[in-house]
């Protein structure tokens, strides 16, 4: 008896400041029995594999709530939630409220501490206090989420950010308290460069109000940054129906939400509903609208037999569906999860950032009190000490670090999932920078993939028993065949992959497919044999005894973004191939009329392996493009798989990215992303690094002001930020 399969659980998180602490939330998830989990900062959220009976859900979010932060389980595409659900969250209008606060108050302490040290003879009696009066609001009740947090941290024995900001603040205050209750007066600065580094001596309730206007104001704009770049998610999830017109038997309506809808119910879609869940359509016809799932501007008709997807909205006919799949299981769940898997994929620079985060802060709290030391026996005193130690404790900075991939990572899904495009994970990102050659199946990816049968060689008889064969198969070519005939019922069928079928129809065995399977092409036939091949057709050979009695001949249509697609590829420098299991004269018309030069045709699917083994063991680096239904193998074996779908198909496993758009202009437009967002996390890591290392040692040397500092270590986060929302242009 096989084991139970994993769970997986997605959570929502509340709290997150910083990479240390999702690192700290992974660290202490992964210690329960059974449980492997990733935490991603810039989605506020966690995948989380449970493989004990012994944890529930209720163990997991219970774990994350002892830390000190919020967790709930992510809400499926189709919960019953309002659509209207306002955009602000608390937390985000709290922050909101307080940073108003620190920042009104901040400039007139700003101002004062510095009038008052650059012009020692404007000062008032109590102008000390006024200040302290002003900055007290700031440091205490638009800071206290930041000390709440940090004091959580330390009662489960943890640290992060909060804990840094928290003890600058707190630092800052008291030792500016100890210095008015003391009688300890501001000196009036000696130069500009003492005012630039010490605006007002002893006194630092200017920098603690500074650093918590600063903290606040990044972590506001960072976290609607967040928002907006993570709405991809939201937006898939508001494309599901909330109720569906369930149609009984005897033609009456009854309305009941979705959750209900089963496998097999038929339902009604009006003009301008949402379809409920994929099906195929059983009575009716109209325009469908995909472009919110795929990104595809121009509504597709849908009619009897046709397949539709849910969260698609009927443009202007009255649909009958009956369901073929449901809940988790339709394409827009299965989008979803696309998007929640890229995210929790952690890529091993990441995995480093999220240990060093981990003791960054413990370790900038110890090189802070070495820096008072320091000093302090440097001869500089206490107040020559605290200053460089508490630039110290405001300059250094995890949040940049952390978010530094996962940022970039949520802008990609963001902008690929509104284009049709989704990207598996940082596998994808790593080997699209390297691939130079793509390779093109033709079949449902060049071409529609939707075949007619445009002529018959042979007879009537030779349709219908290739008809009756092709009942057992799933492949386009079979369809066309089957619909072109009214087949009959075959017996002892046997499907040949990559080369056809057999089966027994009227008391013969009857072979369907390439001819050498089949025997010999008769002389009667050959010349309209190879004049069909030259159009570039496809012709299937029908024989039984030993022999051919005929053919059926059939065309597919080249996409009309095919040619432009392949012309992208060339202009970014990539090599196109085109590979086929068809015969080589419809697979070079075929790549004729897209522009591909090089053509490998007539292969079998082991053959499409062992072409792909031998451009990799080449030195190419190798991108191969096929449909998803028939490409399995090939998807797997290129160094990058991407796999051209219709929406249906998005749970493929083989493929690093999934194209749900039926347009090949996906594909150069896929690997840029790609990318882009592969570069913009070079550049988003190298700016984290370079900041804490050019900035911690001005800080330690005393050349840094601990307000600059604060205000520098707030744009260090932002600018991550900035620049992963770069890529919601491409």
């Not at 059926?552 to 973004?561: F, I, N, Q, R, W």
């Not at 050349?703 to 986060?717: E, K, R």
Request: aromatic share 4%.
């Amino acid at each position: 008896m096989s084991a139970p399969a994993a769970a997986v659980l997605d959570l929502d998180i509340g709290g997150m400041t910083c990479a240390a602490c999702a690192s700290r939330i992974e660290r202490r998830l992964n210690r329960l029995d059974g449980v492997a989990a990733t935490v991603d900062l810039a989605g506020d959220s966690a995948r989380v594999v449970i493989d004990s009976p012994e944890v529930t859900t209720a163990t997991v979010v219970d774990t994350v709530a002892k830390l000190g932060y919020t967790a709930r389980p992510a809400r499926p595409v189709d919960a019953d939630e309002p659509e209207d659900a306002p955009a602000e969250d608390a937390e985000l209008r709290d922050l909101w409220r307080r940073l108003v606060v620190a920042a009104a108050l901040f400039l007139p302490v700003a101002d004062l501490a510095l009038v008052m040290t650059a012009v020692p003879s404007l000062r008032f009696p109590g102008w000390e206090w006024l200040l302290a009066a002003l900055a007290a609001p700031v440091v205490g009740w638009s800071a206290w989420p930041l000390h709440r947090r940090a004091l959580a941290g330390l009662r489960h024995g943890t640290t992060s950010m909060d804990t840094l900001v928290s003890l600058g603040i707190v630092a800052a205050t008291v030792w500016s308290f100890g210095a008015l209750l003391g009688g300890v007066a501001p000196a009036p600065a000696a130069s500009t460069w003492e005012l630039l580094l010490h605006p007002a001596g002893p006194v630092y309730l200017e920098v603690a109000a500074g650093v918590t206007t600063f903290v606040l104001a990044g972590r506001y704009v960072e976290r609607r940054a967040r928002r907006a770049s993570g709405d991809a998610l939201a937006a898939l999830a508001r494309l599901a129906a909330r109720d569906v017109a369930v149609l009984a038997d005897d033609g009456t309506e009854t309305r009941v939400p979705v959750s209900e809808l089963a496998v097999g119910t038929r339902f009604v879609v009006r003009p301008g509903e949402k379809i409920a869940a994929d099906g195929r359509v059983v009575d009716g016809r109209s325009p469908v609208d995909r472009s919110m799932l795929t990104g595809e501007p121009v509504p597709t008709d849908a009619g009897v037999g046709d397949a539709v997807v849910g969260g698609t909205v009927a443009v202007s006919g009255r649909l009958v569906v009956e369901a073929t799949a449901v809940g988790e299981a339709t394409a827009l769940a299965g989008m979803v999860r696309l998007v929640r898997d890229a995210r929790a994929d952690k890529a091993d620079v990441q995995r480093l950032v999220d240990r060093i985060s981990a003791w960054f802060v413990p370790a900038v709290v110890v090189l802070a009190l070495a820096t008072a030391l320091g000093w302090w026996v440097a001869g500089a005193g206490a107040a020559g000490a605290f200053s460089p130690a508490l630039a110290v404790l405001v300059i250094a900075c995890p949040c940049a670090l952390g978010l530094a991939t996962p940022m970039a990572m949520v802008v990609a899904s963001g902008r690929g999932a509104r284009r049709g495009i989704f990207l598996k994970g940082h596998h994808a990102l790593e080997t699209s920078r390297r691939v130079d050659t793509v390779v093109l199946d033709k079949t449902g990816t060049l071409t529609t993939g939707r075949m007619a049968v445009v002529a018959v060689l042979g007879g009537d008889l030779v349709l219908e028993r290739a008809a009756a064969v092709e009942r057992g198969s799933e492949h386009a070519i079979a369809a066309a065949i089957v619909a072109a005939a009214s087949p009959g019922e075959p017996a002892d069928f046997e499907a040949l992959p990559g080369l056809g079928a057999r089966a027994v129809v009227d008391g013969v065995r009857v072979t369907v497919g390439r001819p050498d399977l089949v025997g010999a092409v008769p002389e009667s036939l050959s010349a309209e044999w190879a004049a069909a091949e030259e159009e570039g057709h496809t012709v299937v050979a029908v024989g039984w005894d030993g022999a051919v009695h005929g053919a059926v001949v059939l065309a597919d249509d080249v996409k009309p973004s095919a040619a432009p697609a392949v012309a992208a590829l060339r202009q970014a420098g990539l090599h196109t191939v085109l590979l086929s299991g068809d015969h080589e004269r419809a697979a070079r018309h075929v790549a004729d009329a897209v522009g591909i030069d090089e053509v490998v045709a007539g292969v079998l699917p082991e053959g499409k392996l062992a072409f792909l083994a031998s451009r990799r063991a080449a030195g190419a680096v190798v991108a191969m493009v096929g449909d998803g239904v028939n490409d399995g193998p090939a998807l797997a074996a290129a160094d990058l798989g991407l796999a051209v779908g219709t929406g249906t198909d998005v749970a493929l496993d083989a493929a690093d990215v999934i194209l749900v758009r039926d347009d090949l202009t996906a594909v150069p437009e896929a690997l840029a992303l790609a990318r882009a967002t592969h570069r913009t996390i070079r550049v988003n890591l190298g700016w984290a690094f370079g900041y804490n290392v050019a900035a911690v040692p001005l800080a330690v040397a005393g050349l840094l002001n601990p307000l600059l500092a604060g205000l520098a270590m707030a744009l260090s986060s932002l600018l991550v930020v900035t620049s992963s929302l770069r890529l919601r242009g491409r």
